[in-house]
């Protein structure tokens, strides 16, 4: 055998003992773990948390070329454990429009949170609002998640107000037709993976 040949066998052998030293300590430590029932952690040595199934938060104003000021934020999740049921979503979200001193304000507690991809649907009952008749209401909202060009749209959007709205079902809004007015902050979707 020549040296080029010696020295390409002996270094292939190389290379297949450290695979198999590697493997081998990773199988060890996953049936080590296994036996003793402890679960993955992180860096910290805290056992890893699940990640939430479904979330929607964020603020932005819209754009409006009146000038109107409208802005939007939302704080909606679902957590891990009631993956399968997006009506055990928890939080908030809110908004407020007003154009030359004129509007109102309104904050609702969240019933509701679909998402997929990067479109969130969240439906609330309104908690607080200084528009007379919006308290008690259901609303729902889509945001569409576009990086620093989100579009959201509103249940409302047909009747003009809320207060207007009657009987709206749980994560029910409209098409995200109004656009985030640029600089003014961002929408993020973490997307629903629902065992099908």
Avoid at 47 to 61: D, F, H, I, S, Y
Avoid at 67 to 82: M, R
Avoid at 110 to 130: P, Q
Avoid at 135 to 151: C, F, N
């Amino acid at each position: 055998m020549n040296r080029r040949t010696k020295t390409a066998v002996f270094g292939a052998a190389l290379l297949l003992t450290a695979t198999a030293a590697a493997a081998s300590a990773a199988a060890s430590s996953d049936s080590g773990s296994s036996r003793t029932g402890a679960s993955h952690s992180g860096a910290s040595g805290l056992p890893a948390q699940a990640r939430e199934a479904a979330a929607l938060t964020g603020e932005a104003k819209l754009h409006r070329s009146a000038g109107d000021d409208i802005t939007f934020s939302f704080d909606a999740h679902l957590a891990a454990k009631d993956k399968a049921d997006p009506m055990k979503a928890t939080g908030t979200f809110e908004w407020s429009h007003y154009l030359n001193g004129e509007g109102a304000r309104a904050k609702a507690k969240v019933d509701c949170l679909l998402t997929g991809g990067k479109v969130a649907v969240v439906s609330g009952v309104i908690t607080s609002s200084d528009l007379p008749g919006a308290k008690g209401k259901r609303v729902g909202i889509t945001v569409h998640d576009l990086g620093h060009r989100d579009r959201l749209g509103y249940s409302w959007a047909s009747t003009g107000t809320p207060v207007e709205t009657k009987g709206l079902p749980k994560c029910v809004g409209s098409a995200p037709f109004e656009k985030v007015k640029k600089g003014t902050g961002d929408f993020s979707v973490t997307p629903w993976q629902p065992d099908l």
